[in-house]
């Protein structure tokens, strides 16, 4: 994903018409937008395949089972064409490492989950979330995701992690993190939701936190 803007857009809406009008008029100012599960089982995977072609797309799905299961979910995701897959760590190695696979198959990305940005995000990631990062590495994934309210554990996970791997960060807006922060923290994405998308003027409101960011 290229490194533009900075900015990734969680359109998290539930209808079609919405999220089409929405992501293009914010398409001059986000690199990538999330998509999860209250849009496409309101809309169905299709909803993907329409939204690529106004920009990449980031599938969260925050994938967490038996191998076999996450591999065949992340075939139907990159067959939809998206460009990544959001996955969980907790559920082991082997399980990443097939969504790895899939994902090198396709020539895609696959980010993990560190730690999540809601406030009960700390209470059984925390002490799990450093390991997460290292397996993160060692399986050769594309990047984590590592919480923009809480700056100094995005810090810490890129320690962890080095400049090998991206990370993407949620909870800028709605949930009270700062852009500007978390990017100075060492990630090198925001995700924002409701900020935007609920916003009067999404474009305005994406354009904005660009600013922040110096984008």
């Known amino acids: 994903m290229e490194k533009k803007n900075r900015l990734i857009l969680a359109l998290d809406v539930t209808d ?67 460009a990544g897959i959001i996955t969980h760590g907790f559920t082991g190695r082997d399980s990443l490492d097939s969504c790895v696979k899939v994902a090198n198959d396709f020539g895609t990305d696959v980010y993990v989950v560190t730690e999540m940005s809601h406030p009960g995000g700390v209470e059984f990631f925390r002490p799990v979330a450093e390991d997460i990062a290292k397996m993160a590495v060692e399986a050769g994934a594309s990047g984590v995701v590592a919480p923009a309210t809480r700056p100094e554990r995005v810090k810490d996970i890129r320690k962890i992690i080095g400049e090998e791997l991206s990370i993407i960060s949620p909870g800028v807006g709605a949930q009270g993190g700062s852009a500007a922060d978390v990017i100075r923290a060492g990630a090198d994405w925001v995700i924002v939701g409701r900020s935007i998308y609920n916003s009067d003027s999404p474009a305005e409101a994406a354009k904005k936190i660009c600013d922040e960011m110096n984008c």
Request: proline share 4%.
């Open 16 to 82: 079609r018409e919405n999220a089409l009008r929405i992501a293009n008029e914010v398409s001059d100012y986000v690199d990538s937008i999330k998509v999860g599960y209250p849009l496409v089982l309101g809309e169905g995977l299709g909803i993907v395949k329409e939204l690529v072609e106004i920009a990449p797309v980031i599938a969260d799905f925050k994938v967490a089972d038996i191998p076999n299961t996450d591999r065949l979910i992340c075939e139907h995701v990159f067959n939809a064409g998206a």
